[in-house]
């Protein structure tokens, strides 16, 4: 059995966007389209004792995905030799239902070719061996891809580095499989919506 996802250190993470700019460059995204946002979580608290921090959000390969048990044409799918959960283009009638269901509203809304779009962890890089360009560009290093079942993967030793950083977005029956490491020692993780806030001023 294979888990493939994305950890983000956030104790690290400086809010360069590189992982933003990286995303719309390898897979030549539209303007007014996002498969990776970097969101600022904060600042809250009272003056002088104020926290903030950085969360980067994309595509979280829930493990229950709502947006495959949705869709009515097959078009959100698991791929069946890597299990991550992918768009097939053909199949998609534009009916937004997977937009609808997921919780983490990280799903995009191609205006030109009428479909819906997301972060599929750069599937046409890893087939071949190599890092989602997220990672591979992510000038802190802050980001780690593997297999979560698979002890030797970077995504895992990421995780066994800090375990008691470890964090996921709220889990609403779909157990996502995207991780953030946030250290107590910095921020306290905030799993509220409303304390997040675009930040991104293009598209």
Not at 99 to 119: F, H, L, S, T
Not at 138 to 165: H, M, N, T, W
């Amino acid at each position: 059995m294979t888990r493939y996802a994305i950890v983000v250190d956030v104790d690290h993470c400086t809010g360069c966007k590189g992982c933003e700019i990286a995303c719309k460059n390898e897979n030549s995204i539209p303007l007014g389209e996002r498969w990776n946002r970097l969101l600022l979580c904060g600042p809250y608290g009272e003056y002088p004792n104020l926290q903030q921090y950085y969360l980067p959000t994309h595509c979280q390969q829930c493990k229950n995905a709502p947006c495959v048990h949705v869709c009515p044409t097959g078009a959100s799918y698991r791929d069946p030799e890597t299990d991550i959960v992918l768009v097939d283009k053909e199949k998609c009638i534009g009916c937004k239902y997977c937009m609808m269901a997921c919780p983490y509203g990280v799903r995009a809304w191609n205006e030109e070719e009428r479909v819906v779009e997301k972060c599929t962890m750069c599937q046409h890089l890893t087939s071949a061996g190599e890092l989602p360009h997220c990672v591979k560009v992510c000038s802190v290093q802050c980001r780690f891809y593997g297999d979560l079942d698979d002890p030797e993967s970077d995504a895992s030793k990421a995780i066994a580095a800090k375990p008691e950083a470890a964090h996921k977005l709220a889990d609403m029956g779909n157990d996502p499989s995207t991780v953030y490491l946030l250290s107590d020692k910095y921020c306290t993780w905030r799993e509220n919506a409303d304390d997040w806030h675009d930040i991104t001023n293009y598209d």
